[in-house]
């Protein structure tokens, strides 16, 4: 459903603005902290008809708040306790596996810190608020698409018109860059 037409909140303290991202995992939406003004990111995955039917779920929220108090550090031992591998074989909850993986995270480098896990009823939803990070790597190809259309390219090379041209790739640099960042965040 498109949020725009009416304001919506998380949790009366999260304003939903603007879809950003859609997809199988859910819809992801550019929100705002009313107290703080702080720009966050909201993922909300809606509920099938089975979790809205499941008590269990009522209280994930408040399993996740009580969670969130105590002092979490990345180990491989917490992340298995998190994260069950019968559970994880299940598509039912997968955004809460998402939401356990980025709290051992704990805000790291490159990772969201999350701000609040639970279930938006009016919605019938799961969702997930979190920092809103910079462009995604599909945002950036198409800006690094929209910029090398622009460029004047009579005088290159034949190859160099043909990349402009095309433009189905990253460049060399970006690319590099890209997975420097990435074996950092593995790291």
């Known amino acids: 459903s498109d949020f725009m037409d ?3 909140f ?3 303290k999260y304003e939903i603005q603007k879809l950003i991202a859609k997809g199988s995992f859910g819809q992801i939406y550019i929100g705002e902290n009313i107290i703080t003004h702080q720009k966050v990111a909201i993922k909300l995955k809606p509920m099938n008809i089975e979790e809205q039917n499941n008590d269990k779920n009522k209280n ?4 996740f708040e009580r969670k969130m108090n ?9 992340y298995l306790e998190q994260i069950k591998p019968k559970q994880q074989q299940t598509q039912k909850q997968v955004l809460i596996y998402e939401c356990r993986a980025l ?3 704990n805000g790291a480098l490159g990772f969201p810190q999350i701000h ?11 969702a997930l608020v979190m920092d809103l990070l910079d462009i995604s790597i599909s945002d950036l190809f198409k800006k690094q698409h929209s910029l090398k259309n622009k460029f004047d390219y009579k005088s290159r090379p034949i190859s160099e ?4 041209t095309n433009c189905n790739h ?3 640099k970006t690319v590099l860059m890209i997975a420097d960042q990435m074996i950092s965040r593995l790291e």
Do not use: A, E, P
């Open 170 to 172: 990253f460049s060399l």
């Open 10 to 12: 998380v949790r009366q």
């Open 116 to 126: 609040w896990y639970g279930i938006h009823s009016d919605f019938n939803s799961y």
């Open 103 to 105: 709290r051992c995270l």
């Open 6 to 8: 009416q304001k919506c």
């Open 60 to 63: 994930i929220q408040y399993d």
């Open 70 to 78: 105590k002092n979490t550090t990345l180990n491989y031992k917490y």
């Open 161 to 164: 018109k043909q990349d402009i």
